[in-house]
T-cell receptor
Framework: EDQVTQSPEALRLQEGESSSLNCSYTVSGLRGLFWYRQDPGKGPEFLFTLYSAGEEKEKERLKATLTKKESFLHITAPKPEDSATYLCAVHGVTQGGSEKLVFGKGMKLTVNP | KAGVTQTPRYLIKTRGQQVTLSCSPISGHRSVSWYQQTPGQGLQFLFEYFSETQRNKGNFPGRFSGRQFSNSRSEMNVSTLELGDSALYLC????????????FGSGTRLTVV
């Protein structure tokens, strides 16, 4: 069964304290791995798409990397405005041949000033 | 360009009633997918439509149904509402099954009382 596991479930950081979020996955026929940010009461906001192992993407204080079994979202010198829930999702092909997007349960990040 | 628009934003219904939610995708996007988000289960895939055809379906009962119109707008219907259907319902659009990534709307918050 296709699975996406995010860890930790919640993380508290001090402003400026860098850390990494992990997303491990099992899926057949990986088409892409997505990272989203979600603020309370809003829909997920797209951050990155990664397609192949070894690929890296950067945006401001965020950097996403991908291996064959997991992805990391590195947050460098975070600010309070980076506080949000970060979601990882895998776009793959199911055993039945259809495509689907499978989400992890998210990681709630709180950055204290 | 306009993003993904979901209406209504909030909805309160009584058990046993039915409800219809609407999603207008980004102009030019032909794929619309629906998700249910709850605190305990996270984001769960409901179904995906492409060019008016349902291409994929998640593990939800038949009370959950959807359709897509020729202009790519989509509706989701839930019949015989149960308390457990209370959730944030999110719609996402893409050029075609994840091509270029998925863009989410702000969601419809459904409360069943």
């Amino acid at each position: 069964e296709d699975q996406v596991t995010q860890s930790p479930e919640a993380l508290r950081l001090q402003e400026g304290e860098s850390s990494s979020l992990n997303c491990s996955y099992t899926v057949s026929g990986l088409r892409g791995l997505f990272w989203y940010r979600q603020d309370p009461g809003k829909g997920p906001e797209f951050l990155f798409t990664l397609y192949s192992a070894g690929e890296e993407k950067e945006k401001e204080r965020l950097k996403a990397t991908l291996t064959k079994k997991e992805s990391f979202l590195h947050i460098t010198a975070p600010k309070p405005e980076d506080s949000a829930t970060y979601l990882c999702a895998v776009h793959g092909v199911t055993q039945g041949g259809s495509e689907k997007l499978v989400f992890g349960k998210g990681m709630k990040l709180t950055v204290n000033p | 360009k306009a993003g993904v628009t979901q209406t209504p934003r909030y909805l309160i219904k009584t058990r046993g009633q039915q409800v219809t939610l609407s999603c207008s995708p980004i102009s030019g996007h032909r794929s619309v997918s629906w998700y249910q988000q709850t605190p305990g289960q996270g984001l769960q895939f409901l179904f995906e439509y492409f060019s008016e055809t349902q291409r994929n379906k998640g593990n939800f009962p038949g009370r959950f149904s959807g359709r897509q119109f020729s202009n790519s707008r989509s509706e989701m219907n839930v019949s015989t509402l149960e308390l457990g259907d209370s959730a944030l319902y999110l719609c996402a659009s893409s050029l075609g099954q994840g091509v270029g990534g998925y863009t989410f709307g702000s969601g419809t918050r459904l409360t069943v009382v």
